[in-house]
C-alpha cells in the first residue's frame, strides 16, 4: 500500500520560515517525478515546485523562486519543501505528490497520480 504523509505545516509570521517534509512508504520515491503543490478555497490547485526523477532538476513557480527550496533523501524516502520569507500569499494546503514517468508534462497537477493528504500553512500576522 502506499503512502504520502506530510508533516511541518503550522501558523508563521510574514517574513518567517517552514520545512515542510513528505514520507513515502510502500514505493520509492526516487523512481518518481516528484513535486509540492499548494490549494486555496475557491482556487485550482497551483505547482510549487518539483524535482525531475532523470536528472534531479527542480522547478519553481515564479512566485516562490529564490524564497523556496525543494529536496529529497533518498535514503530516508522523503522530500522537503524549505520555505522562507513567506508572505500571507502563500498560505494554503500543500500536497506532495508523485508522478509516473510517463511521457506527459512535467510539475502538472493533472499529471500526478497519488497526493498526500496535505497539511495547512498559514502566513499571518
Known amino acids: 500500500q502506499f503512502h504520502l504523509v506530510e508533516s511541518g505545516g503550522g501558523t508563521v509570521q510574514p517574513g518567517g520560515s517552514l520545512r515542510l517534509s513528505c514520507a513515502a512508504s510502500?514505493?520509492?520515491?526516487?523512481?518518481?517525478?516528484i513535486g509540492w503543490f499548494r490549494q486555496v478555497p475557491g482556487k485550482e490547485r497551483e505547482e510549487v515546485s518539483c524535482?525531475?526523477?532523470?536528472?534531479?532538476?527542480?522547478y519553481y513557480a515564479e512566485s516562490v523562486k529564490g524564497r523556496f527550496t525543494i529536496s529529497k533523501d533518498i535514503a530516508k524516502n522523503s522530500m522537503y519543501l524549505q520555505m522562507n520569507n513567506l508572505e500571507p500569499e502563500d498560505t494554503g494546503v500543500y500536497f506532495c505528490?508523485?508522478?509516473?514517468?510517463?511521457?506527459?508534462?512535467?510539475?502538472?497537477?493533472?499529471?500526478?497520480?497519488?497526493w498526500g493528504q496535505g497539511i495547512q500553512v498559514t502566513v499571518s500576522s
Open positions: 505528490a508523485r508522478q509516473e514517468l510517463d511521457g506527459k508534462p512535467y510539475c502538472q497537477p493533472r499529471n500526478f497520480d497519488f
Open positions: 510502500g514505493f520509492i520515491l526516487d523512481y518518481y517525478n
Open positions: 524535482i525531475r526523477a532523470s536528472d534531479s532538476s527542480t
